[in-house]
């Protein structure tokens, strides 16, 4: 069974930099051809997709995210991670890790439960 765990603070300040990281058992994210994803949700709002880590450890974004996001991974605790820079209250959602697999044509199989992160002074 294949689990994910997102995990970080759910207050930063403005101009902060957001870390999320997302805990994945029950599947190796180096695995072809797997990607893994974090996707948002603001409050009232659909999702909205921030950016993939290819099994490869090619990195993709949202462009509407101006440069500001950076995904990594610690493929020794099977874990990856997202950071946002310069954060603002617009960046006030509940945050998502899943997995996916575009070359498979086949989407977002699972997801984690999601964490909710405020953007506040």
């Known amino acids: 069974q294949v689990q994910l765990q997102e995990s970080g603070p759910g207050l930063v300040k403005p101009s902060q930099t957001l870390s999320l990281t997302c805990t994945v058992s029950g599947a190796d994210i180096t695995t072809d051809y797997y990607y893994w994803s974090w996707i948002r949700q603001p409050p009232g709002k659909g999702l909205e997709w921030l950016g993939d880590?290819?099994?490869?450890?090619?990195?993709y974004y949202s462009p509407s995210l101006k440069s500001r996001a950076s995904i990594s991974w610690d493929t020794s605790k099977n874990q990856f991670t997202l950071q946002l820079r310069s954060v603002t209250p617009e960046d006030t959602a509940v945050y998502y890790c899943?997995?996916?697999?575009?070359?498979?044509?086949?989407?977002?199989?699972?997801w984690g439960q999601g964490t909710q992160v405020t953007v506040s002074s």
């Open positions: 899943a997995r996916n697999q575009p070359l498979a044509g086949l989407g977002y199989d699972y």
């Open positions: 880590i290819a099994y490869s450890g090619s990195t």
